[in-house]
């Protein structure tokens, strides 16, 4: 259990960034976003990770929120990729300047997809909860008063529902807040991940269920960022597990090898 003195630095670690998150960048990349069904009920989604490097796991994770909204009847505008700052420091991570750019040449043929490089700039690592702070903020700066605000929905697979209940791994006012402010659209692993049984147990995301979307994977893709770097340092092609031109790019900075 945390000691008072550590819940307190957490907290204010949390007001200092997300006071941070207040700061609209200029170049925040809206060029993608679709005008939509109104402005009633607006989201966009957020993938947050390291993307190191991105695959097609990641880009049909989108396509499925699309599809799922779709099929709703939900206003979705547009997505976008944020990855994580060097600080993170995960085995495997290479620089963010790598990881942007391989975001980018991924989504480039995308009509919705954005790569935001807000958090990877930042020395510090951002925890979640801000991140999706700077984008309801970017997105709702100068909105005119009588639209309803973008709603920003947090964008994951079933493994991060898993995480929100392993003690230690997020403060549960974070969890809380993501879920009730923002909300999730999770990707289910079929039968290896009881994702109603996940939210059951935990306390925030029970009282929240209705802001969290569950998304079936009828055609299952299990591509992984590890077992891409693997290939690549086993001299294994990697064609077809990310976009071409990330395997170009991969090969001409010769990354991971």
Known sequence: MAHLGEKNYARERYIRLSNEAKDVPSDFPRQKLLKGNGTKGRFVVVACGSFSPI??????????????????????????????TDAYQKKGLVSAEHRVKMCQLATETSDWISVDPWESSKAEYFTTLPVLEHFYNSLNKDLPE?????????????DLLQSFNSPGVWAPEDISDIVEKFGLMVLERGSEVDCGALIYDNDALYRNQKNIY???????????????????????????????????YIAQQKLWQ
């Open 146 to 158: 009588d639209e309803e605000p973008i709603q920003v929905r947090l964008l994951c697979g079933a």
């Open 214 to 248: 569950l998304m079936k994977q009828f055609l299952r893709n299990d591509i992984s960022s590890t077992r891409l770097r693997q290939n690549i340092q086993r001299g294994l092609s990697i064609k077809y597990l990310t976009p071409d031109p990330v395997v170009d």
């Open 55 to 84: 695959t097609f796991m990641h880009l049909r994770m989108f396509e499925l929120a699309r599809d799922y909204a779709s099929y709703h009847g939900l206003n979705l505008l547009g997505g976008f990729i944020s990855p994580v």
